[in-house]
């Protein structure tokens, strides 16, 4: 049975038709220990039918290391989100946005905002604001934490 | 903040699910964001405020 209401289905092909390039959302599972790697599976697999711009890569943290090492990622679940640059067909771009535990609650509205953030709709950030960032040379890693509700 | 620049790298975590890195860090309420493992913020902040103090430490203005 389906995670999203119809309702709810339709406001989200209503953000995701804002996307304008294609996003793969690079799902970092793993065989043993990850309570919430089905759940995750299950969140994401809600996403692609409601837009042509998303596609689900499911990787395995321990068998992929080159990946996982790549994305920065060393536990599951956990989704790392590119684009497709263009240039090259199936030439992946970091987003640098990664989602580390099952995207659920309110998690799944961030990274619902996330992948169509990343998909090209406008940023909410105001130029001030997107100047200030783009000022920036050093490496800035922000570890967000979170609760499901 | 990913998107606007290319030095900038963000992660969501979900604390309860990993108790581990949420006593690394001392996450006793959220959002806690952690930056460069040093800065703290704490609470959600108005947009400028969150990115002043995620930046002030290593592009003081």
């Known amino acids: ?46 996403l692609p039918p409601l837009t042509d711009k998303l596609t689900i890569e499911e990787l395995n943290v321990v068998l992929d290391k080159e990946q996982a090492r790549q994305y920065g990622i060393d536990r599951a679940p956990a989704i790392a989100l590119a684009y497709e640059r263009g240039d090259a067909p199936g030439a992946l ?12 609650g309110y998690e799944f509205i961030s990274l619902v905002q996330a992948i169509a953030l990343v998909g090209g709709r406008p940023s909410a950030l105001s130029a001030e604001q997107r100047a200030r960032l783009a000022a920036v040379d050093k490496p800035v890693v922000m570890q967000v934490f979170t609760t499901p509700t | ?48 405020a969150y990115i002043e103090q995620a930046l002030a430490h290593v592009a003081p203005k």
Request: net charge negative.
């Open chain 1, 93 to 104: 771009e970091d987003s640098r946005i990664r989602f580390v535990g099952a995207p659920s």
């Open chain 1, 1 to 46: 049975m389906g995670l999203l209401s119809p309702a709810d289905q339709q406001k989200l092909r209503e953000t995701f038709a804002e996307m304008t390039r294609p996003v793969r959302a690079l799902f970092f599972t793993q065989t043993l220990g990850c309570e919430t790697c089905g759940l995750t599976r299950q969140i994401l697999d809600e």
């Open chain 2, 1 to 48: 903040m990913a998107v606007a620049s290319p030095h900038v790298t963000s992660y969501a975590v979900e604390a309860t699910e990993f108790p581990d890195l949420a006593r690394r860090y001392q996450v006793s309420g959220v959002p806690k964001t952690i930056v460069n493992e040093e800065v703290e913020i704490l609470g959600a902040l108005p947009p400028d």
